[in-house]
């Protein structure tokens, strides 16, 4: 029956206008992602799919992303598996470019400093990838902690501290692990956090971040030099966000390599 | 060595004002859920957990609720795992009450209405429980598509439509299936919506809303008659919010049972 | 020429369902809210407006909220002239009972602790109404930072300390102001918060705050106890989120008069 | 008093890295923009500054950009005012370059296309600036109506709609107003969208958008074409995406000049 159906997007275009992405974006769906001490994690996901349009078609078929996504979604995804399905969707769109974007909350388990108490932490996740090149970007948000280097200096006893989240991008071709960043990131601030601390944690926490102050400035430098030891690494940007404990707004630094 | 540290939570208190919740909200945390069809499905939700605190200690040993989601978080979660959960919870944090809240988004496959092609479609729900009751309550969002009477009416041909969101929060003791209620919005508006249509589904799905137009109105008062035929619900909430497509601002209707 | 289109909205409904409220939602708009010190203020707030509707009409008629909507959103919005408001909407929607909820930052000059430097912090307010009562509720968001009590108490220095939000909810019928619901929160937590503060306010602040330490359920009581002096306050609900600087999740706590 | 407190920012940092940007983000603040039929109107933003911090210094002086924010917000804010802004920031920071972005609702009054009914729609713009260029950058977000070409043609009667979003980013040096930009793209959509529409009007935007079907790869590609005749315009990003009616994701597409 379909067959029969007209098809619109094939129509000719007269505009002369290239269009450099055209697909969807924020579908959700489960996601087997690659897991470096468990081999695989099942996380949901936020997916988008684009291919680019030439200037002569009217536009694209949207639910072949769907199918292929469909088709996909229980393989693992990782750096491996990605060309593959990025091949498919710029076969079966008859495109010259096809791209995918993947935001996920990824779980680490952690271990409580002191009492070695066991928890998970999520940290949010985006892979993007596209066809016609072999360069990976793998975006990690990693919460920290931040305590202030002035407010330490200045006052006698105390001093204020935040939640930070580091915001960081990595360009690879060669595989780069997800827990790889994390740990550069959590070795970068005043202290890292954890779900779960008992008192013991606590004080630890405590001590050693009023031992480790610093801005937001500090944790972006300190990131970018653990980056740099990471070979795999190509390029990177650092954002860094605190939201101030003694503010309503948040202070930022940003660094491009 | 954490016997040693003081327990301040433990502290009299002497402001004779007791708290109706205490405890930790919006952690992130995988979850197995209950599935009709395949038994349980895995998917990640947010978790709040809280308990009272009569008005003589002056707070609560927060870390504790976090033991016990790590340790339960690997389990089906369901009405009848909830109950010990919060039992857990309730001797563990020493209080006469517990509660939880549970967000997550559930995945069903659904079928084209012609051509049969299946996809995963999302739906955000959210379970609450409580130790001292034996009801739960249950909220749905369910997407769907609602094609404006008014509009079809007065125009010679066409009909504004758009995505609306039905909120639907049904309370019960036993089982309700999330299936069920999806069941009952999705036959409500102009057209349940799919991930994933071909030509002939989108025929298909045009035409049928375009023979249903309804108002928000109408879906709340349909979704209403519905959930009136699943005995075990008690009372109800519906909320069909429509993102109007010739407007920038909500059309709403709430009914409460 | 609209005479002549049928009016589908007034057709009889046989379902023999009211709806509790119907209307539009988050409509932007720009207000004129009354301030306690310059008369009135500029903001721009997100507005609700509802109608009930009665069993056996269809549907209600959205256009006529956007009308008052036009015609009223240049003259202050304050208690005196939501009653106004709401009478028309009532009449003009040809309905039983109306509701409105307004949303919308309000700005306050705050004074640095030390150094007197002056800037606004925005809070979030919300104002609900309907015809059928006298009372209104005011919400207010109020940003504050606390100081861990445990932290402070097991460490050997330092204490963890983070940025919290109180949103209060109170009900009154004469007239209580948003300047005076803030100030019981600010007094309520480890320390007021503050768009610009010099060296020395951060000293003070850090020193300060230091010195009252308060957990999430310290805040409330002490909210509790403060919003109970003031006399206009006919019930209340208190919560408090803190962002926890060492986790990834918010400690809570929730109180009901 | 604050000048015998340390200065820890000042300090000197070894680590040789330069941070390209460092400031506060997301700051709320009451501000004044340049209105081309009003002269001005007053509407509420959030604000971030950031400087850039040569390899050698700690950190950023925070308190400055409130300092300065807050002797500005008055002033009305165009793309005449904002050079001195940049400047004072750029000055009191001691910094090489100061950039700043302001994101803020646009209200504009519209006219329903029959009754001429009128009422303000609102539209998110983002605005930036940075010292050491004569560039701005204008980011306006337009919502519109889009019918399926597809879902018409395939169909016997109706066609899917829904609202869609464009946003689009000019870069100029001589100012280009909002109102042209939102211009170009309200007649780039299958229909203008409206707060207010009675009856007579609501008919004809049906009709009208059914004439006009639209995929988001057509309304990406007008815009091109509208923005390419305003001289002003150095380049441009657009994106339209659009809340599918008969799916639970958006439609997307991108054209960069």
């Known amino acids: 029956m379909s067959d029969r159906l007209p098809d619109v997007q094939k129509q000719n275009d007269g505009r002369n206008q290239p269009i450099q992405k055209v697909g969807i974006k924020e579908i959700k769906y489960p996601l087997l992602v690659k897991d470096r001490r468990k081999g695989h994690q099942k996380t949901v996901g936020s997916v988008n799919m684009y291919v680019n349009l030439p200037h002569h078609f009217k536009g694209t078929h949207m639910s072949r992303f769907v199918e292929i996504l469909n088709e996909t979604h229980t393989e693992e995804i990782s750096i491996e598996t990605l060309p593959h399905i990025l091949r498919e969707v710029k076969e079966r769109l008859e495109a010259e470019e096809s791209f995918i974007e993947l935001v996920f909350p990824y779980f680490i388990e952690k271990k409580a400093p002191v009492s070695g108490a066991q928890s998970l932490l999520d940290y949010e996740c985006r892979l993007i990838a596209q066809s016609n090149s072999r360069q ?88 970018a030099g653990g980056l740099r030891l990471i070979q795999e690494i190509q390029s990177f940007t650092i954002e860094v966000e605190s939201w101030e404990s003694i503010h309503n707004h948040m202070a930022y630094a940003f660094i491009e390599s």
């Open 136 to 223: 990976f970007q793998l975006v990690v948000q990693v919460p920290l902690m931040t305590v202030c280097p002035c407010s330490k200096t200045i006052s006698r006893y105390g001093a204020h501290n935040q939640r930070a989240l580091a915001i960081v991008k990595v360009v690879f071709e060669k595989m780069v692990w997800i827990e790889d960043v994390i740990d550069v990131v959590e070795k970068s601030g005043s202290s890292s956090i954890y779900p779960l601390l008992k008192r013991q944690d606590e004080k630890y926490v405590t001590e050693t971040s009023h031992n480790n102050p610093a801005f937001v400035e500090d944790v972006a430098r300190n990131i």
